[in-house]
């Protein structure tokens, strides 16, 4: 039982477990077990609870408890209190065995305090003491024909690792692992060396935690797919299987890379070398096509998780509604490369298509037991609507979730469209999620219906003005939040039903969500993106957060101004800005640019030109997205005195930032050279540096 709760990260469950068993059937390797769990995945204070425990109870330690308690002092950084220890349970030790595993642990816990050169030392000095037992041949004498690899692989491969060595040994090369991993984290590439070349010159070889170790350090360096490649292979001509944890190290490898058809080639192999596929193997190649932007492989890679009979988890849906803002992400880099679709009927296609997978993913949320729903996830779930043009969703979901009050208009809109329309919830499975959005209507994908009937902030007059509004008057019945059945049952006029959202009351209810700033700024930041049409949802979600006791800060305020841009909303935007200052939030150069595209759209290119001279009169260096702004609105009002300006801005930024660069690139050279003349080893070469490979001059054994 102890087993089973540490593996799935329940550490505290296991200790008041633990607690439960009477103290004349408790054991010390129950306390030594739990508190290793705990040294392994960080958990210190449940560590330290259960050695007062075994304290208070008055077991006897051994060899092995008295290593965790100096493992667990070397991670809590009370280097001395972990020499004492030590220095206390080496006197009672007894047998080669036992004084390993308190050298090892010594090691460890210096390691792990950041003592690097005490460490080394402490290396040095156990393989020194067990010298006798010294070479041991580097092929573990494993059978290389049998495939292992199945559920369990790991533990039976340490089992044959155990088989072949003497417990010394393992010790050694457990603390050899340890020190190497804390000189990796560090960057210590001269630390690696002196590690590596101490074991190999004694003959200790690499077990498969050292090849972890230096397979994410490689990755780390950015060396590359092909270098970890290349070290799996290594591994494998010594003898080793690679293991679940080395397929996720591969797959962790192919997402740096960013390169999913060859994460999906590393996890087609995994059943061919003998290695069964989890659902985290499974969530890291979702993870992948997510951050490719690739919705159908994404969606495929989905499908196959769900046909092996892995159920998604957070991560899972994690995965699959951040594909859509990688996608829209690349797909507006495209567009402004001009690669991308140029037509606006194609790119509303696109969105209906994207809208469609997104409305199977979310049935199955939504159809998720236990709840998979968390507040990340909600909130990555409000950029997916928003990038798919689905305003509506969003705001039904701020409704239900956050019982947030809409404008008047919109939520007459809201109650008064059909419950098959894109905000509906699909009927609990991807297909029949995929068929409900297929159904949504191209203006509400390209652009969240922006139909006449919606709400707009401000109708243009004749001086060019809109009409703001009133950004401190709350909306309509009287602004705030209140509870999602308090606001489904309030909306809409006379006896109609409220429109269902795209999640069900009972899975908002089982998530217990709670207003927060990023969930409301991912709702705003959703309004704001279709301009005027629902600017005034935009301030009614403001006035909401501020009714719920959350502070608006600078993105709040910066997305708000940015709505009002495009609808030419300047007085809204001044008055935004005066309270923004009022809160004492410091505008940064992103709300700065979301103002001169105010004074553009509204007044045109010299009220533009104006605000930048502003800026610079008062100290601030606008970017070069500011003159790119300028640049494009003098262009199209074919005022080429002020797109010659801009031009001029904008090379002499380009010439300061390639100034900039070569001087770094020249710190860089001088630094690499102050290192090899100090003897100071730098990998600045994107190769496998394998562990026979640390070594300066060739070993003989």
Same mark, same amino acid.
């Given at each position: 039982m102890l087993r089973a709760l540490c593996s799935v990260g329940r550490h505290a469950d296991a200790l008041t477990y633990l607690a439960g068993v009477p103290t004349k059937r408790q054991r010390t390797?129950?306390?030594?077990?739990?508190?290793?769990?705990?040294?392994? =995945?960080?958990?210190?204070?449940?560590?330290?609870?259960?050695?007062?425990?075994? &304290?208070? #109870? #008055?077991?006897?330690?051994?060899?092995?408890?008295?290593? !965790?308690?100096?493992?667990?002092?070397?991670?809590?950084?009370?280097?001395?209190?972990? $020499?004492?220890?030590? #220095?206390?349970?080496?006197?009672?030790?007894?047998?080669?065995? $036992?004084?390993?595993?308190?050298?090892?642990?010594?090691?460890?816990?210096?390691?792990?305090?950041?003592?690097?050169?005490?460490?080394?030392?402490?290396?040095?000095?156990?393989?020194? #003491?067990?010298?006798?037992?010294?070479?041991?041949?580097?092929?573990?004498?494993?059978?290389?024909?049998?495939s292992g690899g199945g559920d369990g692989d790991g533990d039976q491969q340490r089992w044959r690792e155990q088989a072949a060595h003497p417990p010394p040994v393992r010790y050694m090369q457990h603390a050899r692992n340890a020190?190497?991993?804390?000189?990796?984290?560090?960057?210590?590439?001269?630390?690696?060396?002196?590690?590596?070349?101490?074991?190999?010159?004694?003959?200790? %070889?690499p077990d498969l935690a050292t090849y972890h170790s230096l397979l994410r350090a490689a990755i780390a360096h950015g060396d590359g797919l092909a270098a970890v490649q290349e070290g799996v292979e290594e591994l494998r001509r010594l003898g080793m299987r690679p293991t679940r944890e080395t397929y996720s190290i591969l797959l962790r490898a192919c997402a740096v890379e960013g390169d999913p058809q060859a994460a999906q080639a590393v996890f087609d192999g995994m059943p061919a070398r003998g290695v069964s596929q989890t659902r985290v193997h499974h969530n890291a190649l979702l993870h992948i096509y997510s951050h490719a932007g690739d919705l159908q492989g994404v969606d495929g890679a989905y499908r196959r998780m769900r046909a092996a009979g892995f159920a998604p988890d957070a991560s899972t849906f994690q995965a699959l509604l951040s594909s859509i803002k990688h996608w829209a992400a690349l797909e507006t880099a495209a567009r402004v490369e001009g690669e991308g679709p140029a037509p606006q009927v194609e790119r509303t296609m696109q969105r209906k298509a994207a809208g469609a997978l997104l409305a199977g993913w979310v049935a199955d949320l939504d159809a998720a037991r236990p709840c998979q729903l968390t507040p990340a996830l909600f909130t990555t779930l409000l950029h997916a609507y928003s990038q798919c043009g689905e305003i509506h969703s969003v705001l039904l979901l701020m409704r239900d979730a956050c019982g947030c009050q809409l404008a008047p208009d919109t939520s007459r809109q809201l109650d008064a469209a059909p419950c098959g329309s894109s905000g509906s919830r699909g009927s609990g499975s991807s297909v029949a999620g995929r068929a409900a959005a297929a159904d949504v209507p191209a203006a509400n994908a390209a652009a969240g219906g922006g139909a006449g009937g919606e709400a707009r902030v401000a109708r243009s007059s004749g001086d060019g003005e809109a009409a703001p509004l009133a950004a401190d008057v709350p909306p309509e019945g009287g602004g705030g939040t209140r509870s999602g059945a308090e606001a489904a049952g309030s909306s809409g006029g006379g006896g109609t039903a409220p429109r269902a959202g795209p999640l069900s009351q009972r899975t908002l209810q089982r998530a217990h969500l709670a207003p927060s700033l990023p969930v409301f700024n991912a709702a705003i930041g959703a309004c704001t993106?279709?301009?005027?049409?629902?600017?005034?949802?935009?301030?009614?979600?403001?006035?909401?957060?501020?009714?719920?006791?959350?502070?608006?800060?600078?993105?709040?305020?910066?997305?708000?101004?940015?709505?009002?841009?495009?609808?030419?909303?300047?007085?809204?935007?001044?008055?935004?800005?005066?309270?923004?200052?009022?809160?004492?939030?410091? %505008?940064?150069?992103?709300?700065?640019?979301?103002?001169?595209?105010? !004074?553009?759209?509204?007044?045109?290119?010299?009220?533009?030109?104006?605000?930048?001279?502003?800026?610079?009169?008062?100290?601030?260096? %606008?970017?070069?997205?500011?003159?790119?702004?300028?640049?494009?609105?003098?262009?199209?009002?074919?005022?080429?005195?002020?797109?010659?300006?801009?031009?001029?801005?904008?090379?002499?930024?380009?010439? !300061?930032?390639?100034?900039?660069? =070569?001087?770094?690139?020249? &710190?860089?050279?001088?630094? =690499?050279?102050?290192?090899?003349?100090?003897?100071?080893?730098?990998?600045?070469?994107?190769?496998?540096?394998?562990?026979?490979?640390?070594? $300066?001059?060739?070993? $003989?054994?």
């Open positions: 390797h129950m306390y030594t077990l739990l508190m290793r769990a705990c040294n392994e =995945a960080g958990a210190l204070g449940v560590a330290r609870e259960c050695h007062d425990m075994f &304290l208070r #109870r #008055r077991h006897t330690p051994d060899a092995r408890l008295a290593a !965790e308690v100096v493992m667990l002092l070397g991670r809590s950084g009370e280097v001395a209190a972990a $020499e004492a220890a030590w #220095r206390h349970a080496l006197g009672a030790a007894r047998g080669e065995e $036992e004084h390993a595993c308190l050298h090892a642990a010594r090691a460890a816990a210096l390691a792990r305090a950041g003592q690097l050169p005490a460490a080394v030392a402490a290396l040095e000095a156990i393989l020194d #003491r067990f010298a006798d037992l010294l070479p041991v041949d580097a092929s573990f004498s494993l059978d290389s024909g049998d020190v190497l991993a804390a000189a990796q984290a560090a960057g210590d590439a001269a630390a690696v060396r002196r590690v590596t070349g101490l074991a190999t010159l004694r003959g200790l %070889p993106r279709v301009g005027r049409w629902h600017m005034a949802d935009a301030v009614a979600l403001l006035h909401s957060m501020m009714s719920a006791g959350l502070s608006p800060d600078v993105h709040t305020y910066t997305s708000l101004i940015s709505g009002c841009a495009f609808g030419r909303q300047a007085a809204l935007a001044r008055e935004l800005w005066r309270q923004m200052e009022e809160r004492g939030i410091r %505008p940064n150069i992103v709300t700065h640019n979301a103002m001169v595209k105010v !004074e553009l759209f509204t007044y045109g290119v010299d009220a533009g030109t104006a605000y930048l001279r502003r800026m610079v009169q008062q100290g601030l260096d %606008p970017d070069r997205a500011s003159w790119s702004t300028l640049l494009v609105a003098a262009r199209l009002a074919k005022r080429g005195d002020v797109a010659d300006m801009a031009l001029q801005q904008l090379a002499g930024r380009e010439e !300061e930032e390639e100034a900039a660069a =070569a001087e770094a690139a020249r &710190l860089e050279e001088a630094a =690499a050279a102050v290192a090899a003349a100090a003897g100071v080893a730098v990998l600045d070469d994107h190769r496998w540096h394998g562990y026979y490979e640390q070594q $300066e001059e060739e070993d $003989e054994w």
